[in-house]
Nanobody, 120 residues
Framework: EVHVVESGGGLVQPGGSLRLSCAAS????????MTWVRQAPGKGIEWVSD????????SYVDSVKGRFTISRDNAKNTLYLQMNSLKTEDTASYHC?????????????RGQGTQVTVSS
């Protein structure tokens, strides 16, 4: 059974940092591109970043470029999102998705997500 578990969220002040993790199981993780998406309260699901299966290609939404870094460890079946210089507008539930998902839907959210709250 395909399973993803996101973790690492929390409450952080503006300008702070967090590192999110997505532990995957039930599929050949190393063969798939992976994506981070987020959903803020009352808003739609937004694509944040994606990474190729081998990690050699990454993409970011303009609003996080230069602040967020996506990476993966295929030996550990884990996807990461390093978030620096966090802003209040980054507050959202963050989810990982399997594949390169640039137009995410609810069906792409397999895990519970991890809540990131940026507030002073």
């Amino acid at each position: 059974e395909v399973h993803v578990v996101e973790s690492g969220g929390g409450l952080v002040q503006p300008g702070g940092s967090l590192r999110l993790s997505c532990a995957a199981s039930g599929f050949l993780f190393s063969a798939f591109d992976m994506t981070w998406v987020r959903q803020a309260p009352g808003k739609g699901i937004e694509w944040v970043s994606d990474i190729s299966s081998g990690g050699g290609r990454t993409s970011y939404v303009d609003s996080v470029k230069g602040r967020f870094t996506i990476s993966r460890d295929n030996a550990k079946n884990t996807l990461y999102l390093q978030m620096n210089s966090l802003k209040t507008e980054d507050t959202a539930s963050y989810h990982c998705a399997i594949g390169r998902v640039t137009m995410p839907r609810v069906a792409d959210l397999r895990g519970q997500g991890t809540q990131v709250t940026v507030s002073s």
